[in-house]
């Protein structure tokens, strides 16, 4: 089975500046892989070890995501090998723009199985280019995945639980599939001075948009405006406490009324 993990190298916005006008800089944030990924690439390497399969990492953006430490970070938990879609063209990609980008990389790689990933990307929290990439690619796609397994004998496809609303869904799909991993579906491994000695070693390819046969999606996102997310409106009221049975009833006539219960 050739499994991909479509991961994303991101900035964390915890470092970022936020200026008054809402304008984001995150010139002096910490890049990683992004925080849900991890997710992704753990069940990619149980569904692997359990089918004697290959899990191959793919991430795209622009240049500057192409660095030892991004190629570290990455292959020491539990990549086979890593494709790199690096090029400046993509700095400030929209998510559909990058769906198509993966989709035309998962191509090139050929014969791929499982695409996997996580549950939204930390700097944006779109959550939307998982499933942009199963239409992109024509596939089937779920989201809200908490675990995947292959099928039993004598069936096809892989069985796959999502977390729901209403409850638990086991479900079964053929492949080839794109599943995105919910947060904590899984414990992502630690990775070990092993790992990351013998990810110096592992096969690394590095491709430019001109390499691919990239499809132009037909319609994608502008970002017309940011700003800082509004404080909560609060209230506060207090209630006289020399009446310990007036003062339960008078708050519990205000929870109702502000429909807390």
Known sequence: MKIVVAYKWAPNPQDADVAADGSVDLGRAKWAVSEYDPVALELARQLADATGGEVIGLTVGAAGIDTPLARKAALSR????????????????DGTRVAAVLAAAVRGIGDVDVVLAGDSS??????????????????????????????DAGTAGLVVERELPAGTAVVSVPT????????????PRVAGMKDILAAAKKPVEVLSLAELSVAEPGAVLTTLATAKPGGAERTARIFDGSDAAAAATELVGALRQSGAL
Request: proline residues 2%; aromatic residues 2%.
């Open 122 to 151: 930390v700097d944006v929290a779109a959550g939307q280019v998982a499933l942009t990439l199963a239409g992109t690619l024509g596939w089937l796609g779920l989201a809200a995945v908490s675990a995947v397994r292959v099928a």
């Open 176 to 187: 080839p599939v794109v599943l995105a991993a919910t947060a904590d579906a899984v414990v």
């Open 78 to 93: 539990g990549l086979d090998r890593l494709v790199l879609v690096a090029d400046d063209a993509l700095d400030g990609a």
